[in-house]
Structure formats: structure tokens, C-alpha cells
């Protein structure tokens, strides 16, 4: 094994190990009252070690809802290339990985960063229709595209926040559908036919 693959291996491990312990201790209290070095000490790693990974405790909670929709974005990516272009599935495969992660992403939620969360739900939204809109042979147009991939963001963020907080009352594949049908006339709203 190489130094390299070591030392990656190394800091994945590390920012697992302080993913976990954030996510333990914001099962015994809010966010804002969790300290760097209580994370440090769940973990059983330096404070050096710590910002060697992160800036902040902030950027390490979103550092797993960045795994959940990285992983979200490859299935769909490997979906694209398969040459299934359906955006009803993926709307439902966005419920199912909410689904999945729900107890940690719930936690998320009750820290109340919003902004954040949905900034990062933005930029997902916004490479999902890039993605969509190449495989179907458009572009997106450039005097609606942003604004109509903010109304998307905005409105599935209030969906899967709610859906995730009131405890998923309704089945993934049903918010997919809904999502899909509040969604599916903005994907025209945001392309024009390739020149």
C-alpha cells in the first residue's frame, strides 16, 4: 500500500470518526452548545487533527449531508449513463436517500442552519438539471435556468424538511411523485431546444 492510499485511508478514517462524534453528541444536546473540543474527545483526536479536516463545526456537520447527496448525485449520474433519463425516479431516489439517512439528516435539521442545508440542496438541484437537460439534448436558458432551480430548491427543502421532521408519515416513492408533479413543468421553464 502506498504512502498516499495510507494517508487517505487515514483521513477518511479520521473524518468518520468526527462525523460519528458530532452525530453522538447532538443526540445529547443542540449544536450550537457542542464544542470543538468535545468532538475532539468523543472522537479521540487532536484539536490539530480536527482542523487539518475542518474549519469549523458547522462545515463538519454538512460534511455528511455532502456524503448523502454525493452519493445521491452517482446513482443518478450512473442512472444518466445508463441512459435512463427519468425525473420521476429521480425525485423518488432523493425521498429514498432522505429516507435512509433520516435519523442524522433529522439532527441536521434541529440545528438549525438552514441557509446551509439549502444552499447545499441548491447546488445538487442545480447539477441534476445541467445533467438532465444534456441528456435529453437542451440547454438550459440562461435568462430562467437560476431562478427556476432556486423555486425547485426552495420547495423540495420545505418538503423533505417537513416530511423528515413530522417522521416520514407519507411513503418515499409518494413524495417522489408529488415532487415530480410540483417539479416536472419547471424543467421546461428552464431549458430551450440546442442550437
Known sequence: MSTTTTMDVR????????QD?????????????????????RAEVSRAAFYLHFRSKEELLFSHVD???????????????????????????????WARYAPTLRLVIQADTPQALLERLRGYVE?????LAARRGVE??????????DFVAGGSYLLLTRWITAGMPTPANEMGDLLFE??????????????
Open 11 to 18: 483521513a477518511r478514517r479520521t473524518r468518520k470518526w468526527l
Open 140 to 149: 438550459v436558458d440562461p435568462r430562467t435556468h437560476s431562478y427556476v432551480v
Open 21 to 41: 462524534s458530532l452525530v453522538s453528541l447532538m443526540h445529547d444536546k443542540p449544536f450550537r452548545e457542542i464544542q470543538v473540543t468535545e468532538i475532539c474527545e
Open 127 to 131: 447539477s441534476t438539471m445541467a445533467t
Open 67 to 97: 456524503s448523502v447527496f454525493e452519493e445521491f448525485h452517482a446513482e443518478l449520474a450512473s442512472e444518466v449513463t445508463a441512459g435512463r433519463v427519468d425525473l420521476r425516479l429521480f425525485t423518488t431516489l432523493l425521498f429514498q436517500y
Open 182 to 195: 410540483l417539479t416536472e413543468p419547471c424543467e421546461r421553464l428552464a431549458t430551450r431546444p440546442a442550437a
